[in-house]
């Protein structure tokens, strides 16, 4: 009987541990989010249905590299991203993220009879780390 007490306290123990990790990681952050902290379209009439962020490259994070990265592209008449291309960036390493996420985006589509205002635009994606605390204070 007691060994069948051992099994049920360490299966409770497991689950319960299972069920922590899992809450855990519905709550954090995701660390790909973290850092591309906004965007800048340019002047368009046209309104974003869906903005995807860019994933912040891991190898920028470690290296500590911050900047941006703009992609000019056409929006069709049903909202959809067409024909992106990276025209400038402060380091080659965001180009890529840059233009997946215009690709994951989308617009609101028009309505009929309304006109194109805007045939190409362009959205600027600044990529920017969280300050890193510094200790000041020297070992004695």
Known sequence: MRDRKTRHSAFTASVTGILVLAALQAFAVPEDSVGVTHFIDTTTDRVPALTAFPKYPSVARRDRIEGEATVCFKIKANG???????????HKIFSKPALRAIKKSNFEPIGPGQILATARTCRTYRFRLDPVAVDNDEPE
């Open 80 to 90: 959809r991203i067409s024909r992106p291309v990276v025209t400038e960036y402060t």
